[in-house]
C-alpha cells in the first residue's frame, strides 16, 4: 500500500469577512474572497488553481458556480456534500487527487449569509419521515437527545458542560476575529435561555455569516512557497446514519472509526497531539469528540474537562480560536476548524498560539452526529 503521509501540504489559508457581512454579499462572494486570501498567503494566483472542492447549502453545483464566478477552468473538482465534516473530507480527497496527478494546486472553500438571510433561505431542513412528524427544533432536539443520555448513563453534569463553553470563550477573548468578546461563567451559561434541555443557547453555536479557503499542493511544490508547509499525516472519515433515531448509541460517535483511520495513517496517537480543533456545534459535541479521540475514556467526558484543562494555559489546548461557540459558526464549521490547526503549526496565532505546536488535529462533524471526518497535519519536523 502506498505510504500517503506527507504527500500533500496545506500551503495557504483565509477566512472571508465573518460575522455580518455586508447586506448584498451573497455566499460565493464570500468563497471568492476567501479563495483570493488564501492563494495570496501562499503566493499563488487563480491561474495556478487546477482542483476546485467545496460544499455549501446556498449552491447546489458549487463547483460550477465558482468556475463561472472566478472565470477558472480547473481540471478536477469534487462537491463531496456531508455537512460539517466535509471540508475534512475534502482534504483526504484533494490529497489522493494530487497523488493522482489530477490536479496540482487543490482550492477547499466554503461560504454562507446564514445570519443576514436567515435560516430558511440558507438552506433550511429537508423533511425526515421518521423525526418531521414530532416536530423537533433541530438540530438542536438531536443534540439535547445526545446529551440527555450522556448524563443520564454517565453522571455528566450540565456544569461539565458549561465549562466547555466558557473555555471557548476564553480562547475567544484572545482572538480578534471572534465574534463574542465578553467574559462567560458557567453560572452565565446554566442561566441563559434554555434552547433544549439540557442545552441552553450558550451550549449552542452562534449564528454567523462567513466563509473561507485552504490551499493545498504536493509536498514537492509546497517547499518553495510563501509560508511553512503544514503537512496532511493522516486523514479518516465514517459514517454511522442519517437520522438521530436511528443512531445506535447517542453517546458514541463514528469518531472512534475516523480518528483510528487518521491516527493509522499518521503513525500517531491522541497523546502526540499538541492542539485539538473539534467541532463543537455544542459544548456535547467537544465532549464526545475528546472521548471518541481517545483523549479520555468513554463515559469520562465531563470529570475530564471540569478542571479547565481546554482553556488558554491548560493542559490540553482545544478549539483555540473560540470555536463555533464563541468565534464563528456560519451554517457549517469544519473549513475554520482547518484554517485555526494549520495556523496553529505554522505559529501565527499571537495571543492564542500554542507554544511548540508541531502536530494538530481537525475533527469535522456533520448532520446529526452523522458524519465524522478527521484531519491530523504537522510541521516539517513531523515529515
Known amino acids: 500500500m502506498v505510504n500517503r503521509r506527507g504527500s500533500a501540504a496545506i500551503v495557504g489559508v483565509a477566512e472571508s469577512d465573518i460575522g455580518q457581512v455586508a447586506q448584498g454579499m451573497s455566499a460565493v462572494d464570500l468563497m471568492a474572497q476567501g479563495i483570493v486570501r488564501a492563494l495570496d498567503d501562499c503566493g499563488l494566483a487563480l ?19 465558482l468556475r463561472e464566478y472566478l472565470g477558472i477552468q480547473p481540471k478536477y473538482g469534487d462537491s463531496t456534500y456531508l455537512g460539517g465534516s466535509s471540508f475534512m473530507t475534502h482534504v483526504a480527497h484533494a490529497q489522493a487527487a494530487i497523488e493522482a496527478g489530477l490536479c496540482e494546486v487543490a482550492v477547499i472553500t466554503y461560504g454562507s449569509t446564514q445570519r443576514t438571510d436567515g435560516r430558511a433561505a440558507t438552506g433550511g431542513r429537508e423533511i425526515n419521515p421518521y423525526e418531521s412528524p414530532y416536530r423537533p427544533f433541530m438540530p438542536s432536539t438531536a443534540y439535547a437527545l445526545a446529551a440527555s443520555q450522556h448524563m443520564h448513563r454517565y453522571g455528566t453534569r450540565r456544569e461539565h458542560l458549561a465549562e466547555i463553553a466558557v473555555a471557548a470563550r476564553e480562547w475567544a477573548l484572545l482572538n480578534p476575529a471572534a465574534w463574542e468578546k465578553k467574559p ?156 485555526e490547526a494549520a495556523r496553529q503549526v505554522r505559529g501565527e496565532c499571537g495571543a492564542r498560539q500554542v507554544a511548540a505546536c508541531d502536530v494538530a488535529l481537525a475533527h469535522g462533524n456533520g448532520g446529526v452526529l452523522s458524519s465524522q471526518s478527521t484531519v491530523i497535519l504537522g510541521s516539517a519536523a513531523t515529515v
Do not use: W
Open 47 to 65: 491561474k495556478d488553481v487546477d482542483g476546485l472542492f467545496g460544499a455549501a447549502t446556498q449552491s447546489r453545483m458549487l463547483t460550477l458556480a
Open 184 to 339: 462567560l461563567s458557567i453560572e452565565e451559561v446554566l442561566g441563559a435561555r434554555m434552547v433544549s434541555y439540557p442545552l441552553t443557547v450558550r451550549d449552542c453555536c452562534l449564528v454567523t455569516d462567513g466563509g473561507g479557503a485552504i490551499v493545498m499542493t504536493s509536498a514537492a511544490r509546497a517547499r518553495d512557497l510563501r509560508k511553512p508547509p503544514v503537512y496532511v499525516l493522516g486523514c479518516g472519515e465514517s459514517y454511522s446514519h442519517h437520522s438521530i433515531s436511528n443512531m445506535e448509541d447517542l453517546t458514541v460517535t463514528a469518531a472512534r472509526e475516523s480518528g483510528a483511520k487518521a491516527y493509522e495513517m499518521a503513525g500517531l496517537g491522541a497523546k502526540d497531539i499538541q492542539v485539538r480543533e473539534l467541532y463543537d456545534a455544542f459544548t456535547l459535541t467537544t465532549l464526545l469528540f475528546l472521548e471518541d479521540l481517545g483523549f479520555c475514556a468513554k463515559g469520562e467526558g465531563g470529570g475530564f474537562v471540569a478542571d479547565g484543562k481546554l482553556r488558554p494555559g491548560g493542559a490540553l489546548p482545544t478549539n483555540t480560536n473560540g470555536g463555533g461557540l464563541s468565534y464563528c459558526h456560519p451554517g457549517m464549521y469544519g473549513l475554520f476548524l482547518l484554517i
